[in-house]
């Protein structure tokens, strides 16, 4: 047996006895949300979504929940971040227009 399946075999069993899940892979929102929204917010999304296999791979049931809900943040805010800005821009040039 390979030492990648070998540790992919413990992973779940530490799964099995614990019952928790590794956390969802956020890669594919990561990814858009630095094409389309705040890439300096998207970077570390994509890094932190880009872990979460590593580590639940390597036995970091703990470690890989972490960096799922870090690139969930890290997303979110990459992703909440331009629409603020696009509300806030539209309300300027709204209001600071002549009548």
């Known amino acids: 047996m390979s030492n990648l399946s070998h540790r992919h ?3 779940r069993c530490a799964w099995v ?12 929102w ?14 570390p999304a994509i890094v932190y979504a880009s872990r979460v296999n590593e580590k639940w791979i390597a036995g970091d ?7 799922s809900r870090s690139a969930n943040d890290f997303a ?5 971040v331009p629409i ?3 509300f806030f821009i539209i309300v300027v040039v709204v209001a600071g227009s002549p009548s």
């Open 9 to 11: 075999g413990l992973a």
């Open 17 to 28: 006895m614990t019952g928790s899940s590794r956390g969802t892979v956020r890669l594919t």
């Open 30 to 43: 990561a990814i858009l949300s630095l094409l389309f929204g705040c890439w300096p917010l998207g970077i």
């Open 61 to 67: 049931i703990t470690g890989a929940q972490s960096a």
């Open 76 to 80: 979110a805010w990459a992703t909440i």
């Open 84 to 86: 603020v800005l696009c």
